[in-house]
């Protein structure tokens, strides 16, 4: 059973979901420790994606590696939703935690603030459950890659 262009293109789909997310949180001046530990996690978690990717490109004719891509794509299914769910949260806070703003009037250095100060309250608990979820699914992708490799 071959694996089909379909399943290898929701991979580099959620690839770039990963892409999407590491770069709304490196462009938030000032980002705390917590949010940067989040860009680490995604970068680890793409790697395994991609190299499960590489993987199942090379090796898509044996029954075992098959066999794990199809395993594979219940996570990665899962990693896409749980992706494109915290990008969608983190939406609202980009136009006021970007490093590419350009805010000049008090105004707007007023709201680039207050929108800093609510994505400190109100995305503490989601972003400590995002990069759990991250974590997971990097660490069930890398199970993936080492039972594929013996």
């Given at each position: 059973?071959?694996?089909?262009?379909?399943?290898?293109?929701?991979?580099?789909?959620?690839?770039?979901l990963?892409?999407?997310?590491?770069?709304?949180?490196?462009?938030?001046?000032?980002?705390?420790?917590?949010?940067?530990?989040?860009?680490?996690?995604?970068?680890?978690?793409?790697?395994?994606?991609?190299?499960?990717?590489?993987?199942?490109?090379?090796?898509?004719?044996?029954?075992?590696?098959?066999?794990?891509?199809?395993?594979?794509?219940?996570?990665?299914?899962?990693?896409?939703?749980?992706?494109?769910?915290?990008?969608?949260?983190?939406?609202r806070?980009?136009?006021?935690?970007?490093?590419?703003?350009?805010?000049?009037?008090?105004?707007?250095?007023?709201?680039?603030?207050?929108?800093?100060?609510?994505?400190?309250?109100?995305?503490?608990?989601?972003?400590a459950?995002?990069?759990?979820?991250?974590?997971?699914?990097?660490?069930?992708?890398?199970?993936?890659?080492?039972?594929?490799?013996?």
């Amino acid at each position: 059973m071959p694996v089909t262009f379909g399943s290898v293109g929701d991979i580099i789909a959620v690839c770039i979901l990963v892409k999407d997310c590491v770069d709304a949180l490196s462009e938030t001046k000032g980002a705390a420790a917590s949010y940067q530990a989040v860009i680490r996690e995604l970068f680890v978690l793409e790697k395994a994606l991609l190299e499960f990717d590489v993987l199942s490109r090379t090796n898509a004719s044996t029954a075992e590696v098959v066999a794990l891509f199809n395993s594979a794509n219940t996570t990665v299914e899962g990693c896409k939703k749980s992706l494109e769910a915290f990008k969608l949260k983190t939406k609202r806070y980009e136009p006021h935690l970007g490093a590419t703003t350009a805010r000049t009037t008090t105004q707007k250095i007023f709201s680039d603030s207050a929108m800093k100060v609510l994505w400190q309250i109100s995305m503490k608990d989601d972003v400590a459950r995002f990069r759990a979820e991250v974590i997971a699914y990097s660490l069930s992708i890398n199970q993936l890659l080492a039972t594929a490799t013996m």
